[in-house]
């Protein structure tokens, strides 16, 4: 609670909040005082001069004036108003066209402001008009400037330096001839601009403003589907069109706001491409079929299949329902554990490593919170291009003094803002991180009461440490000791430390010893159970974590309840009323492998696309091209659909109702705000509508929200879960029971492993599976576009987001460019043992010298036949981020 | 440390004393930027190459600017038993007869403007007895075109660090109470007591702050500061010592225009020698604390002067104002409490340690204390830069000190306070220059810029020229100045091409109490004072200009023409040769005339003749 002061405001005397200014004062007593540059998620400005008050005799503008005990406030003087009236008119003549209200209509707040003030259209003849002619800037794809418009209240300027922190814009030029932009004549799209048009979202009189958005019929509160930031998004719609979204305010996980795949991406949903009706594979062609047909072939070859020539790949795309429903499908009509998703891909080893150290494999922290840290490692995670809403909690815990610490071979946009960059090399965490490690127990800077009270396995763990001397933490990570050392001391002398990771850490074949080094780090200072610290693997996708916690994945049942358990599989058997199989299943790269040199017949694929995704991606088409019967399950006809038997044609995000879990847990509401397209239907429908053809029971359920109640029914993490519960925000698990308030922040008191304590982890350093040698001497590491998403199925039919990047770049350094004679721009051939690929160059210093990085969103050019499918022993993840190639020009 | 400060000064004394009372002849030439505009190195050239040739042992010494501007490139020389002389206008062929003076010729006394201390020469008046310098007290600038700026022994052989030391002496609150007594007001222009800022800041909670230095001395016609650094750039450093362990902090900025190229070169050496002497380091003079000062160059944008924006630059931002509060001695300098004191303020501060806060009181008013130093421009006599005491009226200075209006015209305005100053008229020149009595009558303290104008000024046209500068200048940040600023210009614009209307004038009255009222910075609410203080004390010439379409000072040229005299023309055809416009025609020997019709009133023929036959008239409608 706050403390309040009286103060007196035009003679009547209210109670306000002390540390309130006088702006805020006088909103919250509803008494409206001019305003055209205050924001409250901004600091004061006072740059537009419409909240001029007198405060004790005195004209200050309430914006930036803090309110004081007793004090008198007047907004309503002679002197107030006739230099209001003044500021306002001045503000019409020159950016109004001389008008109260301006074209674009309402919107416009200057046009209520002028009318407020008791403008009188006639008396701004008096002034001279403008003498200079603007025009707009329509460079961006999302948005337009007018700068004949813009009243220059810089909301705009300190949203994108406050807020996003990129800076891309500031006010140019001086006098009468400033402006908005980034710098003389250049236009927006050249500046640094990442496009999340959260200054478009708060200009006030519409000089920015979006160009692809409609006014929306209605609005339909939902969760944005791209990365496990989990944004809450209202989505407008018109008819059966998506024709706006606007971030949530509400929501704790993204308070309003967006980036623009998350506001502007959502166009793919009523693309033309969009896969409308089943098809069935007939004389090698797919060809259209009803969904009785469809059902029906499927229904039958999946009746021959059942056991272990079966497999399901399910989808973090998918909400937590139908994953749920699919993993079902598999255990308890096709009798098999081979059930598994596509975080076997980017976050296996966080399951496998978290689980072992800290006894669950998620995110400690919440987002928000990571902005209240003193310091961030931020180690493999691209932040502010993978996952761009937290990257504005790491751009705020720095603005707010916290330290910043980025460890990443490539140079990448966070690395301008640390305190501490460290370019290593790929592959090299755990020497890195032990190396840190060793110099925080040297100096003393561990903390003993945490590790003697909550952890196990230190000596142990403390005498692995030996190995790390510097001259070999140098060698293997080729970074000089002493900035491995300042990253210690800063890491651990600057509390809560958060450490944020991604798939730069997982991605290896030693991904879970990555992982454990991080819960290592964690452990050894107390940085975890504690708001704003704690080890935070990102998570990519809308409900990775869903999925996962779902139990698509072969060894455990939802709640990671272990399916070789006798108490819980009988606990499942008498829940699905069927007998279950007690042998873990296979893993993604199991399965794919498993057609050629296993048992596999049958793959049911949901929503996803390991014809791009999957390392060494041409032995998963010869997977699919090979397996007897493979069904394809999605929203369009994907690189892996077209060696589809039958294609389902699945309903998009924005057509079903059920929940997304994020990445900090948080188990949020997914609607439905338009009906399927065409004929297709939603994933839930589609597997229930299986099932029940093979003659099953257990799958009739009349809404998403029955399924939610059987899951929490079975799940121990969702025993308090309802789709009531989250109607308006909602909750993160840990949430056992109907009164629990969910969980900010995970192991506060003990840990979820059987004596209650985190574990370290002795770690012996092991080297990439493939390292350079002299006929492939570079590396090449696989990184993610801001502008675009997974296989990018989706963005690449966003028209403005394709125009932002619309083709594979093969980013490679100026040394490394010279001696292969390569410019930015020539076509270049990149060749690794499994194949090759040709894309355009990028000369840049962003990648290392001896390493080149690319995405692998583009179906012209996919990365992933070169990458390397060798994988983590443990956790079963190909190593995507290291493998051996050569470059040259095509 | 301090033991070591003794001995330096014990030397720098005896150096000092040797050169000045040795018995080897010493030259000195005032190199300083306004020395060096008027020739100064290739005096200095001339009177080396002079005297090399000689067996003569000499000594040069290049000195800073001692204020008599008009009067560059001055020297002085002292010849072993005789009295210094101090030369004026010192050009080559000048130069050539001082150095045969020094070699043991006559004394040239036609070239010779003063003597320099005790000894006198009959006929040749003492410096300080000469009309320009009888009123004034040079105290802030007593080192300035005396001592080799170069040099730190030469600054504290006279008293420079004797103030850090004794401010040393002293607790905290002790030297907050000698500034406080010694009434020393910001020098700057606001006027701020000093004292009571440095309170603030250090009241303000904080581990960390910082000391700034506002040496971005924008104003066109001022060069107070910048004369100061090239010519005495330890009185600076001293006082922002001082300040920097008072309010605790360890770290200062000097903020100074790239414009000022050699005051930066001076600073540089000077910073250097006092790292050397230990008086800036990791224990500033043995005050076991760590003080040290960088130098970051302005790029040229007035509006840096505001402490707000010079902090945004300071930090690499946009120079632009931001509201305050918070004031910078609260959060300043990326967040820190933050002092910001312009060069003259700390050079005054030195000089108060050094003297106490008795000595530095003597002079002034009630409320404001001691001296101030102005830049004396315009159309004056004797242009330079003065000290004297706060107090001296406005006609002391034009008329006494700078010898009145230079062209034998009338006098009519003074504007004082720099572009965004107010302009007074003559039966205002009696007001004391104080902060008060210039806000009194309208205008501004300002860091010290005085314009002088005469009667062939139009005063419309006069503050149109500064709306121009500060329209110009505006950040652009709030709508009041970028906007307001400009709707003055734009209005002011056509009152003087003869497109202005009556009720124009109530529009400009409104504006600039708008402008004033509701800008962001200090900028916005100056820049109308040229408007007002017009239209208050001159208000007639706007009458003028909207309702006979006349300018009363001949000055506009919409209102004007050329024409040429019967009488006094020759027809010599100079102006006809010259006009841009082929406008002027003539026999030779003949009378000219002036085609109006062509005529673009560039006033190039008026200018041109030495007959006086070009008369400037009012135009006829």
Redesign the interface.
């Known amino acids: 609670m706050s403390q309040k002061i009286e103060v007196s405001i035009d003679g009547s005397t209210v109670l306000v909040d002390a540390s309130a200014t006088v702006l805020e004062a006088a909103l919250e007593h509803d008494l409206f005082v001019p305003h055209l540059c205050h924001d409250p998620d901004l600091e004061p400005a006072g740059v537009c001069r419409l909240c001029l008050v007198e405060v004790d005799g005195r004209m200050v503008t309430a914006c930036n004036t803090p309110v004081t005990g007793g004090a008198e406030i007047r907004t309503d003087t002679e002197e107030v108003k006739e230099t209001r009236l003044g500021a306002v008119e001045l503000l019409l003549v020159n950016h109004h066209h001389g008008k109260i209200d301006c074209e674009e209509g309402t919107a416009c707040e200057l046009n209520r402001i002028a009318r407020f003030a008791g403008v009188d259209e006639t008396r701004l003849d008096r002034y001279r008009p403008p003498d200079r002619t603007l025009s707009k800037d329509t460079s961006n794809p999302f948005f337009e400037f007018d700068p004949s418009i813009c009243v220059l209240c810089g909301i705009c300027v300190r949203t994108c330096d406050e807020i996003v922190g990129v800076a891309a814009i500031d006010f140019v030029q001086r006098g009468f001839d400033t402006t908005i932009g980034s710098a003389p004549g250049q236009l927006w799209i050249e500046s640094d601009c990442v496009s999340c048009g959260e200054c478009v979202e708060r200009c006030p009189t519409g000089s920015l403003s979006f160009t692809g958005f409609e006014v929306p019929e209605r609005e339909v509160t939902t969760t944005c589907t791209y990365c496990g930031c989990g944004c809450g998004v209202h989505l407008g719609v018109t008819g059966d069109r998506l024709v706006s979204a606007r971030g949530q305010r509400e929501n704790p996980s993204n308070e309003g706001r967006l980036c623009v795949k998350g506001r502007f991406g959502f166009t793919f949903v009523n693309s033309p491409d969009r896969l409308s009706t089943p098809l069935i594979r007939r004389n090698g062609i797919l060809q259209e079929a009803t969904w009785d047909e469809a059902l029906d072939l499927v229904a039958e070859k999946f009746s021959g299949a059942r056991g272990d020539a079966f497999a399901a790949i399910a989808s973090a795309k998918l909400t937590n329902e139908e994953n749920y429903l699919i993993q079902k499908f598999s255990r308890a009509v096709m009798g098999t554990n081979n059930v598994d998703h596509c975080a076997r891909l980017c976050h296996s080893p966080t399951v496998a490593g978290l689980v072992q150290s800290f006894g669950s494999g998620a995110m400690t922290s919440s987002s928000k919170d990571l902005g209240d840290a003193r310091c961030t490692l931020a180690i493999g995670t691209n932040t502010t291009a993978a996952h761009p809403i937290i990257g504005l909690q790491v751009m705020r815990s720095i603005r707010a003094g916290g330290k910043l610490i980025v460890v990443n071979p490539r140079e990448i946009e966070l690395a301008r803002y640390a305190d501490l960059y460290i370019q290593n090399r790929a592959g090299s965490d755990v020497a890195l991180l032990m190396g840190m490690m060793r110099v925080i127990v040297d100096e003393g800077l561990h903390d003993p009461e945490f590790i003697e009270a909550r952890c196990e396995n230190f000596e142990a763990f403390r005498d692995s440490l030996a190995e790390y001397d510097e001259a070999t933490v140098e060698e293997k990570t080729g970074v000089p000791f002493e900035q491995i050392a300042q990253a210690a001391r800063m890491y651990a002398e600057n509390s809560p430390a958060a450490i944020l990771y991604a798939m730069g850490i997982t991605q290896h074949t030693h991904g879970t010893d990555n992982v454990l080094a991080t819960s290592n780090l964690a452990l050894l200072t107390g940085n975890v159970g504690l708001p704003s610290g704690g080890v935070n693997p990102l998570r990519g996708q809308s409900n990775v974590q869903g999925a996962c916690d779902m139990g698509a994945l072969p060894n455990v049942y939802p709640g990671y309840q272990k399916v070789d358990l006798p108490e819980v599989k009988a606990k499942f058997e008498t829940a699905w009323g069927v007998e279950l199989d007690d042998a873990p299943g296979l893993t993604h790269l199991e399965i794919l492998a498993g057609v050629t040199a296993g048992p596999i017949r049958a793959i049911y694929l949901v929503g996803e696309n390991p014809a791009l995704s999957e390392a060494d991606a041409t032995h998963a088409r010869e997977a699919m091209e090979k397996v007897d019967f493979l069904v394809v399950q999605d929203i369009f006809l994907t690189e892996s659909a077209e060696y589809a038997d039958v294609v389902l044609p699945a309903a998009s995000f924005a057509e079903k109702d059920g929940t997304f879990t994020n990445t900090e847990r948080r188990v949020q509401r997914v609607r439905k705000a338009i009906a399927p397209v065409g004929d297709s239907r939603d994933d839930a429908w589609i597997t229930c509508a299986i099932a029940r053809r093979m003659g099953e029971e257990g799958f009739d359920f009349d809404s998403a929200e029955a399924v939610m109640q059987e899951i929490a029914a079975l799940t121990p993490s969702y025993g308090g879960i309802t789709h009531e519960r989250i109607d308006q925000i909602g909750l993160q698990w840990p949430c056992p029971d109907a009164s629990h308030p969910g969980t900010r922040y995970l192991h506060a008191e003990t840990f979820p492993r059987p004596n209650g304590r985190g574990r370290f982890f002795p770690l012996e350093y092991r080297p990439p599976d493939e390292e350079p040698d002299a006929e492939y001497p570079l590396v090449l590491t696989t990184e993610r576009s801001l502008y675009h998403y997974h296989t990018a199925t989706m963005t690449r039919r966003v028209p403005g987001l394709e125009t932002l990047r619309s083709e594979e770049l093969v980013e490679i350094h100026p040394l490394d460019a010279v001696a292969l004679a390569i410019a930015s721009g020539d076509r270049v051939r990149v060749t690794s043992r499994r194949g090759e690929v040709e894309a355009h160059a990028l000369v840049t210093e962003v990648s290392p010298p001896g390493t080149i990085s690319m995405t692998f969103h583009f179906h012209e050019a996919p990365t992933n036949v070169l990458t390397n499918a060798a994988y983590d022993p443990v956790a079963k993840i190909p190593e995507t981020k290291v493998c051996a190639v050569r470059v040259e020009r095509a | 440390m301090t033991a070591g400060f003794e001995q330096l000064r014990q030397t720098a004394e005896e150096q000092w004393e040797d050169l000045t009372t040795g018995d080897i002849p010493v030259i000195t030439v005032g190199t300083a930027t306004c020395g060096r505009s008027a020739g100064a190195l290739d005096t200095l050239d001339v009177l080396r190459g002079e005297l090399a040739g000689r067996e003569l042992e000499c000594r040069f010494v290049e000195v800073g600017c001692l204020g008599p501007c008009y009067a560059e490139p001055l020297v002085t020389v002292s010849l072993p038993g005789a009295a210094t002389v101090l030369f004026a206008s010192v050009n080559i062929k000048a130069a050539r007869k001082i150095a045969a003076y020094v070699a043991g010729g006559e004394l040239p006394e036609d070239l010779a403007f003063a003597t320099i201390g005790t000894d006198s020469i009959p006929g040749i008046p003492e410096l300080m007895e000469t009309p320009v310098m009888k009123g004034q007290v040079r105290r802030v600038l007593r080192n300035c075109g005396v001592i080799d700026p170069g040099d730190i022994r030469h600054s504290i052989a006279r008293g420079a660090y004797s103030g850090l030391q004794r401010a040393l002496e002293l607790d905290r609150d002790a030297r907050i109470e000698e500034l406080d007594r010694s009434g020393l007001r910001g020098r700057g222009g606001a006027g701020f007591p000093v004292s009571r800022k440095w309170k603030f800041c250090i009241d303000a909670p904080g581990d960390t702050r910082y000391i700034i230095c506002n040496a971005d001395e924008g104003d066109p016609g001022a060069f107070m500061n910048r004369s100061l650094l090239e010519g005495d750039p330890h009185a600076l450093l001293e006082g922002m010592i001082i300040a920097g362990l008072t309010i605790g902090a360890a770290e200062g900025y000097i903020y100074c225009r790239a414009e000022y190229p050699l005051a930066l070169a001076r600073l540089a050496v000077a910073i250097e020698q006092a790292e050397e002497a230990g008086f800036l380091g990791p224990d500033a003079l043995g005050s076991g604390r760590p003080f040290r000062i960088k130098v970051k160059e302005g790029a040229g944008?007035f509006?840096c002067g505001e402490e707000t924006a010079l902090i945004a630059s300071l930090e690499g931002r946009?120079g632009?104002p931001?509201?305050r509060?918070p004031f910078p001695a609260v959060s300043g300098l990326w967040g820190c409490p933050t002092v910001i004191n312009n060069v003259e303020t700390l050079a005054s501060v030195a000089l108060i340690f050094q003297h106490g806060a008795a000595w530095y009181a003597e002079y002034g008013t009630t409320r404001s204390k001691g001296t101030k130093t102005f830049a004396l421009v315009g159309n004056v006599a004797r242009p330079g830069l003065v000290e004297v005491p706060l107090g001296t009226t406005l006609r002391e200075m034009i008329f006494d000190i700078g010898g009145g209006v230079a062209s034998g015209h009338r006098f009519k305005a003074v504007q004082t306070g720099g572009p965004s100053g107010g302009c007074l008229p003559e039966e205002k020149l009696d007001i004391p220059v104080d902060y008060e009595s210039l806000q009194e009558a309208g205008t501004i303290m300002g860091s010290g810029g005085i314009v002088v104008m005469d009667e062939r000024t139009c005063m419309v046209d006069f503050a149109r020229f500064f709306l121009d500068f500060a329209?110009?200048?505006?950040?652009?940040?709030?709508?009041?100045c970028?906007?307001?600023?400009?709707?003055l210009l734009?209005?002011l614009e056509?009152i003087t091409q003869g497109k202005g209307t009556v009720?124009d004038l109530e529009?400009l009255e409104?504006?600039c109490?708008?402008?004033m009222?509701?800008?962001?910075c200090g900028l916005g609410a100056t820049a109308p004072n040229p408007v007002l203080t017009t239209l208050r004390y001159f208000r007639e010439e706007y009458v003028a200009h909207v309702e006979s379409r006349t300018c009363p000072a001949l000055a506009c040229r919409d209102f004007i023409a050329f024409e040429i005299d019967e009488e006094n023309c020759t027809g010599c055809a100079a102006c006809a040769a010259l006009c841009p416009v082929d406008g002027i025609s003539g026999e030779k020997k003949d009378l000219h005339t002036i085609d109006a019709a062509v005529c673009i009133k560039c006033g190039v023929c008026s200018d041109t003749c030495t007959f006086g036959a070009v008369e400037t008239v009012q135009a006829t409608p």
């Open positions: 944008a509006v946009r632009m931001r509201p509060p329209a110009d200048e505006s950040c652009g940040k709030c709508g009041p970028r906007l307001g600023t400009r709707q734009r209005i056509d009720s529009l409104g504006l109490h708008n402008v009222r509701g800008s962001l």
